[in-house]
């Protein structure tokens, strides 16, 4: 079927895999977004990335 509109097998198989990757980063960030929205609370990964700036901060405040 691909063959026909001149489209290799490998240029299908990765073509599936960015829409794969692009599809659950939108779907994953649509989640962090909605319980945002809904609870007003941060999400875990932002937890996180607060607390790696902070140290990252504290770090340079030393130096």
Do not use: H, P
């Not at 198989?13 to 960030?29: C, E, M, Q, T």
Request: glycine share 6%; proline share 0%; net charge negative.
């Amino acid at each position: 079927m691909f063959e026909d509109l001149g489209i290799g097998v490998i240029t299908t198989v990765i073509s599936l895999f960015v829409w794969y990757f692009l599809v659950k980063s939108a779907v994953k960030n649509g989640v962090k977004q909605a319980y945002r929205d809904i609870t007003g609370k941060e999400t875990a990964d932002e937890m996180e990335e607060i607390e790696e700036i902070k140290t990252q901060l504290n770090e340079k405040k030393e130096k």
